[in-house]
């Protein structure tokens, strides 16, 4: 019996890639010793992409589909595919071809390897100066100011296995980052590294505003920083306010009051000034607590474990089969610490 891989693919405004994507896929796919469900996430396309994936449909039962009622984004279809997707292992890939399809039994190679995480990374050749600049400073700054590490090329062309697969799922945010939240479930990972191609057919759906959005998203989905940077600004002038209020209040003692009026003033506004900062800070602090529990995150994912197992049946020896399932030929990696 054969496993299941399902191909991710959220489309928006592909009509024209839909049925090339397709073939391409089914002249790779039909090599490799499994099944494959070809699983199209409709984003609320304008076009007549449904029609074409419904047209392909129609022909051979391995190609589902789920179209939304209006454009969502990106990160909704692939979180609506990883619901509803049903193979051992998912791959994510782009429907705009420029994900190489011929990349995929080496991501195939990776998951029997026993990798939860295959990723691809794609070098920048063709991009222009000034994109590859503000990326590698976006990256930059954000590992910086993150808790999760990511990296540069990397996108959502990869293989999840089913583990990950339902680790993601267990983040159910509403703001999803998917590069993080890649990141912050952990588990085996392989990087294979490919040559950007440049877009088949369509433009990219990506504004300078939209990047700008998902450069916001990244940062404060994944740390409260921004909201500390209050607190230590209020402490920081507090301390500074003290200190020229106290080096005023000598040079009066010495040389008398030359402006009437302007010490208690100026000691007032700088005092206030302070202490409402910190005072922001402390709520802040508040604040990025309860942001960190809506978003109900497990508080861990399990890579491997046998307690589970011992819970059921903790008498029995021999134990009896049926907990160690048998034909299982992945050898699973050890996870891999460091981020
Ligand atoms: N996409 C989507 N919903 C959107 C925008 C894009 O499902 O609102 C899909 C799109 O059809 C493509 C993939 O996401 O398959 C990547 O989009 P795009 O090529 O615009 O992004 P880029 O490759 O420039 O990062
Ligand atoms: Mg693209």
């Known amino acids: ?24 896929l089914m002249k790779i796919t039909k090599q490799l010793p499994y099944l494959v469900e070809f699983l199209f996430i409709d984003d609320g396309s304008k076009d007549n992409t449904l029609e074409k994936v419904k ?21 909704a279809a692939i979180y609506a595919g990883l619901q509803h997707a ?28 026993g990798y939860h995480q295959v990723i691809t990374k794609r070098d920048r050749r063709g991009e222009t100066r000034f994109h590859k600049f503000m990326t590698s400073t976006f990256y930059r700054l954000m590992n910086k100011v993150s808790d999760v590490n990511l ?18 799922l ?10 993080g939240l890649y990141s912050w479930i952990g588990l085996s990972q392989k990087t294979i590294t490919y040559q950007n191609v440049q877009r088949e057919s369509g433009k990219s ?14 940062i404060l989905s994944f740390n409260t920083k921004p909201l500390r940077l209050c607190f230590y600004l209020g402490t920081v002038s507090l301390f500074l306010s003290f200190i020229y209020v106290l080096y005023m209040f000598i040079s009066i003692i010495i040389n008398g009051i030359n402006v009437p009026g302007y010490f208690t003033i100026i000691s007032s506004v700088l005092f206030l000034g302070g202490v409402q900062l ?12 309860i942001y960190n529990e809506t978003k109900k995150r497990p508080h861990y994912i399990v890579n491997e474990s046998n307690a ?17 399932p048998q034909g299982t030929t992945r050898t699973e990696k050890k996870e891999k610490v460091g981020f």
């Not at 047209?55 to 990160?75: D, T």
């Not at 759906?205 to 990244?218: E, P, Q, V």
């Open 1 to 24: 019996m054969k496993g299941l891989i399902t191909l991710l693919l959220p489309a928006y405004n592909e009509s024209e890639n839909i049925d090339y994507l397709y073939d391409e």
């Open 205 to 218: 759906k990506w504004s300078f505003s939209s990047l700008i959005t998902y450069a916001l998203d990244g």
């Open 278 to 289: 910190l005072s922001i800070g402390i709520i802040g602090e508040y604040i990025g607590r």
């Open 308 to 324: 589970t197992e011992l819970k059921t049946e903790v008498t029995a020896y021999p134990y009896p089969s049926k907990i160690y």
């Open 151 to 168: 990296n540069d090329g990397e996108g959502d062309f990869r293989l999840l296995s089913r583990k990950a697969v339902d680790a993601l």
């Open 55 to 75: 047209n392909l449909a129609r022909f051979s039962n391995h190609v589902k589909y789920i179209s939304f009622s209006r454009n969502f984004g990106k990160e």
């Open 86 to 113: 049903k193979g051992e292992a998912v791959i994510l890939m782009d429907t705009d071809l420029q994900h190489p399809p011929s990349l995929i039994p080496e991501l195939v190679r990776g998951y029997e390897a």
């Open 170 to 179: 267990q983040l159910s945010e509403g703001n999803r980052f998917s590069k």
